[in-house]
């Protein structure tokens, strides 16, 4: 494709999306599939989105999404699919074989920011329009039929006509807080304590993902690529990052990870270090009239079980079929169920997110919760009815 982006911003469109995550770039991208224009309004820069460091583990649905979309080849060059995954407590391995319990699915382990640059270039090499640096993006005439979203961009004052807005902004977007309050129920759990993450550049001690119990609490060894590994410790809520210096970070790691027989962890340069709050997050509805909300924009699960990217893109997998088939059938009956639909989901996948984190964290619930943890780890890891369960939830719940 030839097409180049546009020098100015279209001051119309049929659905204008604010936020260039991986939920507003995949809706922009699917929707151009469908024949159905759209305009991307970004607050940060191309670069900052770039190479902001998040999630990486892809359930199978996704990859396959990614792949129908025409995203997928790099992702398949570069991404590890893995088929299983590994429960270590008590001083021993427990190995889910994802594939084996699931009928051969898989994750793919590929970062979150590579997914957005394939996005952004593909939507670039199609002509598709995204403002970045848009700044006091405000939404407007959300209840009628011809919503319009203002911002500032160059130093200018702009507004864009939609049909159709979709708040793909983030959970500190200002979509979600354009509804009204009392149109809203909200559901907010949060947790007793939070993640410390690093991006290491050392190879991974491991093939496949290692999710520990320890007394200490929680660590998590994950990857990025074959040279980047990405590792997680459960800390206080609050905690600040200059009382974990480098070496205690690794010395803690090595304790939650360590294995009686002598498997060590390799150490490296930390790249990236920062701490997030847990938090299980979900407003109904996911739809206010002409304001459609996709992403954690609408929810917010803790990353134990690996969702929160995944969960994006099944909503907007169902905010493609609702508006492609308004436009092209003139139907609202999809866009009228969008919320009940995407909850559905959302609500099985809070379920498996609490329930992973309640499963592995240390939450001060005294020595009657450490048995009761430690017999459910011992069931899941035991039981292959528990472990195909915890399987089909790993690699993503099949669509309906
Ligand atoms: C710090 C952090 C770390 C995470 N780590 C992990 C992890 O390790 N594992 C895991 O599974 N999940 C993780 N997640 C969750 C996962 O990354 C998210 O679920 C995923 O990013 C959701 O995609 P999204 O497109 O809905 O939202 P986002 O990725 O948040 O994208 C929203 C976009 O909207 C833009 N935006 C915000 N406000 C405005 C505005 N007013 N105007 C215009 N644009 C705006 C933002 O700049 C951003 O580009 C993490 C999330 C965060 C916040």
Redesign the pocket.
């Known amino acids: 494709m030839n097409a180049r982006p546009p020098m100015t911003p279209p001051t119309r469109t049929q659905v204008g999306i604010?936020?260039?995550?991986?939920?507003?770039?995949?809706l922009s991208h699917l929707l151009y599939l469908e024949g159905i224009e759209s305009v991307v309004?970004?607050?940060?820069t191309r670069e900052?989105?770039e190479t902001?460091?998040?999630?990486?583990?892809l359930e199978h649905g996704t990859a396959r999404l990614l792949d129908a979309a025409g995203v997928g080849a790099r992702m398949r060059r570069e991404g590890l699919v893995h088929h299983g995954i590994v429960f270590r407590f008590g001083g021993r391995d427990h190995r889910i074989d994802l594939s084996g319990l699931t009928g051969g699915r898989t994750i793919t382990v590929y970062a979150?920011h590579e997914i957005?640059k394939d996005l952004i270039a593909a939507r670039r090499d199609a002509g598709g329009a995204i403002v970045f640096e848009?700044?006091?993006?405000s939404l407007h005439h959300l209840d009628g039929s011809a919503p319009t979203i203002r911002?500032r961009a160059g130093g200018e004052a702009r507004e864009l006509a939609c049909d159709f807005v979709a708040g793909?902004?983030?959970?500190?977007?200002?979509?979600r807080s354009s509804i009204p309050p009392d149109a809203l129920t909200v559901y907010d759990h949060h947790y007793p304590f939070a993640?410390l993450?690093i991006l290491a550049r050392v190879p991974p001690a491991s093939e496949e993902l290692i999710y520990a119990r320890h007394d200490h609490g929680f660590a998590l060894l994950?990857m990025r690529t074959r040279e980047i590994s990405?590792l997680?410790l459960q800390c206080d809520p609050g905690a600040e990052l200059d009382r974990w210096p480098d070496h205690l970070v690794w010395d803690e790691l090595r304790c939650r990870l360590e294995r009686p027989d002598g498997w060590a962890l390799r150490d490296g340069p930390i790249l990236q270090k920062?701490i997030?709050d847990m938090r299980s997050f979900v407003v109904d509805p996911m739809r206010h009239g002409r304001l459609f909300l996709?992403?954690?924009?609408?929810h917010?699960?803790p990353?134990t079980?690996?969702?929160?990217?995944?969960?994006?893109a099944a909503?907007v997998r169902v905010l493609v079929q609702a508006l492609a088939a308004f436009y092209k059938e003139r139907r609202t009956d999809l866009l009228d169920g969008y919320s009940d639909t995407c909850l559905r989901r959302v609500w099985k996948v809070q379920r498996f997110s609490w329930w992973m984190t309640s499963m592995l964290h240390r939450g001060g619930g005294g020595a009657f919760a450490d048995q009761i943890q430690l017999a459910e780890l011992d069931y899941v890891t035991g039981s292959r009815a528990a472990s195909a369960a915890l399987a089909e939830n790993y690699v993503g719940l099949p669509f309906d």
């Open positions: 604010v936020g260039a995550g991986p939920a507003g770039l995949l309004l970004e607050a940060r900052y989105c902001r460091v998040r999630a990486g583990v979150q957005v848009a700044e006091n993006v911002y793909c902004d983030g959970f500190h977007g200002i979509s993640w993450g994950s990405r997680y920062g997030t996709a992403g954690d924009a609408a917010i699960v990353p079980g690996a969702k929160g990217l995944n969960l994006a909503d």
